[in-house]
């Protein structure tokens, strides 16, 4: 074949595929690193690594499954979808980092109800709920008033503690 | 208009392409919207764009994603669909795009909150220290004195009967003596 007509050929394939195909680069996960972070939660970033793709500024937080979202560290990596295989349409699926990370619904948030929970870096000691029991343990108390009929003053010590209950909890937090 | 020696060359191309890369529609993430949720938490969903190829989607079913996370979305809301393995018979709901319902962490033995965290834990907005077994707690008494009657041993005179006031003048302190077994904080 005549290499120019064979280049001919070549370049016409190559073009037909990005024709046909324009979208197999939304099609895909990208990694991008954090630049900066906007006032709405969005963010700006580049692409880690030599891709077809530009700076993205704006990048809203997509919400996982959970409804859960993130303020990422600047500086972090980040993964990118394109929705819709449309590359005016990009979120952020996944941070590497967060800062704040933020679990939300608009009518509960049910944590746990097969495992044990444990909240905070310490997790050690079980949540106290209204209706829980207190041990109270009573200071010296002042007695002013008449003995037998004489006037008395003295002091009440009461050795052993009582109880009671927790009577409000967060109306909002069950455990 | 009859074909250019070009276009009869590459028109045959064309089609294999298309039928080699078939999948490729299901290689991308495509938005939805939620028209009914299932009893058994798959939801029923419409394609949003006109554009898109693919058809409605029944009973697809919630990827929780690393953090065990399912969640009730509501009608009408936006989500995000992708197929495993590039398969149009298997898809799943991999992230909403607004508030949901009910979000669910659920595991077989622990779910971890925060464990690195520099400030708080805050639960439903709260901001007050959540308290725990072995937490103290002060129970106050009332202002000033209040009336009493009993009797008082052994201090003399033994057994006699005392009628006045008594003034505690602290409050008393306490612990909190039980709480939730499986919510460690």
Request: hydrophobic share 40%.
């Given at each position: 074949?005549?290499?120019?007509?064979?280049?001919?050929?070549?370049?016409?394939?190559?073009?037909?595929?990005?024709?046909?195909?324009?979208?197999?680069?939304?099609?895909?996960?990208?990694?991008?690193?954090?630049?900066?972070?906007?006032?709405?939660?969005?963010?700006?970033?580049?692409?880690?690594?030599?891709?077809?793709?530009?700076?993205?500024?704006?990048?809203?937080i997509a919400s996982l499954v959970l409804g859960g979202v993130c303020?990422?560290?600047?500086?972090?990596?980040?993964?990118?979808?394109?929705?819709?295989?449309?590359?005016?349409?990009?979120?952020?699926i996944?941070?590497?980092?967060?800062?704040?990370a933020t679990v939300d619904a608009s009518e509960s948030i049910e944590v746990?109800?097969?495992?044990?929970?444990?909240?905070?870096?310490?997790?050690?000691?079980?949540?106290?709920?209204?209706?829980?029991?207190?041990?109270?343990?009573?200071?010296?108390?002042?007695?002013?008033?008449?003995?037998?009929?004489?006037?008395?003053?003295?002091?009440?010590?009461?050795?052993?503690?009582?109880?009671?209950?927790?009577?409000?909890?967060?109306?909002?937090?069950?455990? | 208009?009859?074909?250019?020696?070009?276009?009869?060359?590459?028109?045959?191309?064309?089609?294999?392409?298309?039928?080699?890369?078939?999948?490729?529609?299901?290689?991308?993430?495509?938005?939805?919207?939620v028209?009914?949720?299932?009893?058994?938490g798959?939801v029923?969903?419409?394609?949003?764009?006109?554009?898109?190829?693919?058809?409605?989607?029944?009973?697809?079913?919630q990827a929780s994603g690393?953090e065990g996370g399912t969640s009730t979305p509501g009608?009408?809301k936006m989500c995000n669909?992708?197929?495993?393995?590039?398969?149009?018979?298997?898809?799943?709901v991999v992230g909403n795009q607004s508030l949901v319902k009910v979000a669910t962490i659920d595991?077989?033995?622990?779910?971890?909150?925060?464990?690195?965290?520099?400030?708080?834990?805050?639960?439903a907005?709260?901001?007050?220290?959540?308290?725990?077994?072995?937490?103290?707690?002060?129970?106050?008494?009332?202002?000033?004195?209040?009336?009493?009657?009993?009797?008082?041993?052994?201090?003399?005179?033994?057994?006699?009967?005392?009628?006045?006031?008594?003034?505690?003048?602290?409050?008393?302190?306490?612990?909190?003596?039980?709480?939730?077994?499986?919510?460690?904080?």
């Amino acid at each position: 074949m005549n290499p120019a007509v064979a280049d001919q050929i070549a370049v016409s394939i190559r073009a037909l595929i990005r024709d046909e195909f324009p979208q197999l680069t939304y099609s895909t996960t990208w990694e991008y690193a954090i630049t900066s972070a906007n006032a709405d939660g969005t963010v700006n970033g580049v692409a880690t690594s030599p891709i077809p793709l530009p700076p993205l500024n704006n990048v809203p937080i997509a919400s996982l499954v959970l409804g859960g979202v993130c303020a990422p560290v600047i500086g972090s990596n980040f993964l990118v979808d394109f929705i819709n295989q449309d590359g005016a349409r990009y979120a952020v699926i996944s941070a590497e980092a967060a800062r704040v990370a933020t679990v939300d619904a608009s009518e509960s948030i049910e944590v746990g109800e097969s495992a044990t929970v444990k909240l905070g870096p310490e997790g050690a000691q079980p949540v106290g709920r209204e209706g829980d029991k207190v041990t109270v343990f009573f200071p010296v108390g002042i007695l002013t008033g008449t003995l037998n009929g004489s006037p008395y003053t003295g002091r009440l010590s009461i050795l052993s503690p009582t109880s009671g209950i927790v009577t409000s909890g967060a109306e909002r937090v069950h455990a | 208009m009859s074909e250019s020696p070009i276009d009869r060359f590459m028109n045959p191309i064309r089609r294999i392409i298309r039928d080699e890369v078939a999948q490729l529609t299901y290689l991308g993430t495509w938005e939805y919207a939620v028209n009914s949720v299932n009893d058994d938490g798959t939801v029923n969903v419409t394609a949003t764009s006109p554009s898109c190829p693919l058809p409605s989607l029944n009973n697809v079913a919630q990827a929780s994603g690393t953090e065990g996370g399912t969640s009730t979305p509501g009608v009408g809301k936006m989500c995000n669909v992708r197929f495993i393995n590039g398969d149009p018979t298997r898809y799943v709901v991999v992230g909403n795009q607004s508030l949901v319902k009910v979000a669910t962490i659920d595991a077989s033995e622990t779910v971890a909150i925060g464990a690195s965290v520099s400030n708080a834990v805050v639960l439903a907005g709260g901001d007050a220290p959540v308290a725990r077994m072995g937490d103290a707690c002060t129970v106050y008494f009332p202002i000033g004195t209040t009336p009493c009657f009993g009797t008082i041993t052994p201090l003399p005179p033994a057994g006699g009967a005392f009628v006045g006031n008594i003034t505690f003048t602290s409050p008393a302190v306490g612990v909190i003596g039980t709480g939730a077994p499986k919510v460690l904080a």
